[in-house]
């Protein structure tokens, strides 16, 4: 039994209309129908040339309206004239709108016997689903870098074209796994009227960045060569590259290291690159190259609808390189020196009152001093945040901060509190990527404790090492407490408090 309908889905450019002309054949051939056609007789060879009256291949995507469909269905009532089957093959079937599959439903609950549909589609969850619960469903997948290589490589002797095998795999690798596509881009680069097509050729034709510069570009980030990183990414730039094409291939340059890092070997890295990369991948955790990832994409959102294009991946690779710039908590935990938190507004009371000593007292001012000191005595008898009032506020507390940032919001939920001392709430996590997506929005956190609790409150979120229990604050800058005590200073930088201030020793 042949079913009365079939549904061809699959990216674009991986064999659905060719397999539906294939299965025509299987259907109308002289012997069949048959799981091998002839491709000899009549039918066959009409089918082959496209010009067999009984196989009529329909754009679902410019014949989309009820009056296309009503006028197929017209001709349904004419039986095939040389065939055994009248084939309909509707190519982006799911561009009709809504009461063209409607109509088209009607004609497949009750179909003419001698009539067959073939629909295929890159987007099969916009086909309704009364029309594809009578179809035979059959999913196309992308092909894969390997067997393009290989047809490739069975046609350039044909064709009298000569290819060498890095030329040849980037442009499977360009393909994306579409064949359709690898043989337009083979027409592409053959045009520039060389004898032999090199990767150089490919990589000029196509824009395509090589992947010594990205290697280039992490052995400055390795080297913790700031300079270097970025006089090489504008030399790139100046030579004409895409940035988006580049941020791409970032993307992908990172995610090659990360499958590498967690031992897969991707089929998009050649064989001769594996080992540059098996090095690099050492120099980074699976983390960092996350994180790495993460800010990539984000990147290239951006790019879309940025006027500064260069100076928005600028920024990202100078993240990157930074990435492992962290200060080790457990050193700074053993300076006999700590610092507090201090609110502005105590600072600014503070100032007041000096100010207030030194002139000379009217009513007016003796009524000013009073209600200073009454609301200073508010401010002290205020009450101090502590777990309990956290643990009691923390779902309307998550629900602010998920509110303005979602994915944030989820990295933030999975912290432990540490500590909380003098409104200074101290977090901990052993994620790196939570940690560092987290602590690129403290100041908002931060911002969001202080306005719940109506008092200056302190956030920071410390990393620790799952393995080595190695703790870790993301440094910030600050240039002050510098003379006392350096080290100090940099703790202060990794804290990023408001007012930060040395208990005098006892």
Same mark, same amino acid.
Do not use: W
């Given at each position: 039994h042949v079913a009365q309908a079939f549904l061809f889905t699959g990216p674009r450019?991986? %064999? /659905?209309?060719?397999?539906?002309? &294939?299965?025509?054949?299987?259907?109308?051939?002289?012997? %069949?129908?048959?799981?091998?056609?002839?491709?000899?007789?009549?039918?066959?060879?009409? $089918? @082959?040339?496209?010009?067999?009256?009984?196989?009529?291949? $329909? +754009?679902?995507?410019?014949?989309?309206?009820v009056e296309d469909i009503r006028s197929l269905q017209n001709e349904l009532l004419y039986p095939p004239q040389s065939s055994k089957y009248k084939i309909y093959i509707i190519d982006e079937v799911h561009m009709l709108s809504k009461n063209a599959f409607n109509a088209?439903?009607?004609?497949?609950?009750?179909p003419p016997k001698n009539v067959k549909f073939i629909f295929a589609t890159t987007e099969p969850h916009k086909v309704i689903a009364t029309i594809t619960s009578r179809c035979q469903r059959y999913d196309f997948h992308r092909i894969p870098i390997k067997e393009i290589i290989e047809q490739v490589k069975s046609i350039t002797p044909k064709e009298h074209i000569s290819f060498d095998d890095g030329a040849i795999f980037m442009v499977a690798k360009k393909a994306d796994g579409s064949m359709r596509d690898a043989l337009s881009l083979m027409d592409q680069i053959v045009s520039i009227g060389k004898d032999k097509i090199t990767k150089e050729d490919v990589l000029q034709v196509f824009g395509i960045v090589n992947i010594d510069v990205y290697n280039s570009f992490v052995q400055k980030i390795i080297n913790d060569d700031e300079k270097g990183l970025m006089k090489d990414f504008h030399q790139v730039i100046a030579? %004409?590259? +895409?940035?988006?094409?580049?941020? =791409?291939?970032?993307?992908?340059?990172?995610r090659n290291i990360l499958m590498i890092k967690i031992g897969i070997i991707p089929e998009e890295v050649h064989v001769d690159d594996i080992d540059a990369l098996s090095s690099v991948c050492e120099h980074f955790s699976e983390e960092d190259l996350l994180y790495a990832i993460t800010i990539l994409i984000d990147t290239k959102d951006k =790019?879309?609808?940025?006027? #500064?294009?260069?100076?928005?991946?600028? @920024?990202?690779?100078?993240? &990157?390189?930074?990435?492992?710039?962290?200060?080790?908590? +457990?050193?700074?935990?053993?300076?006999? $020196?700590?610092?507090?938190?201090?609110?502005?507004?105590?600072?600014?009371?503070?100032s007041t009152e000096k100010t207030v000593f030194t002139q000379s007292h009217t009513k007016k001012d003796e009524k000013k001093d009073k209600k200073a000191e009454k609301k200073e005595e508010k401010q002290e008898e205020q009450k101090e945040l502590t777990k309990e009032i956290l643990d009691q506020e923390w779902q309307v507390l998550r629900k /602010? $901060?998920?509110?303005?940032?979602?994915?944030?919001?989820?990295?933030?939920?999975?912290?432990?509190?540490?500590?909380?001392?003098?409104?200074?709430? #101290?977090?901990?996590?052993?994620?790196?990527? %939570?940690?560092n997506l987290v602590n690129e929005e403290i +100041?908002?956190?931060?911002?969001?404790?202080?306005?719940?609790?109506?008092?200056?409150?302190?956030v920071v979120v410390e990393f620790e090492e799952p393995k080595t229990g190695k703790k870790y604050l993301h440094g910030a800058s600050y240039d002050e407490i510098k003379k006392k005590s350096p080290k100090l200073a940099d703790m202060i930088k990794a804290i990023d408090g408001y007012i930060i201030e040395q208990k005098p020793d006892e």
């Open positions: 450019g991986v %064999g /659905k209309t060719s397999m539906a002309r &294939i299965l025509a054949k299987a259907l109308n051939c002289e012997k %069949g129908p048959t799981i091998t056609p002839c491709n000899k007789c009549k039918n066959c060879v009409e $089918i @082959t040339r496209s010009n067999s009256v009984d196989v009529i291949e $329909i +754009d679902g995507a410019s014949n989309t309206s088209l439903l009607k004609t497949l609950e009750e030579e %004409g590259n +895409d940035i988006n094409e580049l941020t =791409l291939g970032l993307i992908e340059y990172f =790019l879309r609808t940025s006027s #500064h294009p260069v100076l928005i991946l600028e @920024t990202t690779m100078l993240k &990157i390189a930074n990435i492992n710039r962290l200060i080790n908590v +457990d050193e700074m935990e053993s300076q006999t $020196i700590t610092p507090h938190f201090v609110s502005g507004k105590k600072k600014e009371t503070e /602010k $901060i998920r509110d303005e940032m979602p994915i944030i919001s989820n990295h933030f939920s999975k912290a432990i509190v540490k500590n909380i001392t003098n409104n200074f709430v #101290h977090y901990s996590t052993n994620s790196r990527m %939570g940690y +100041d908002k956190i931060t911002r969001i404790f202080s306005e719940h609790f109506k008092m200056p409150v302190k």
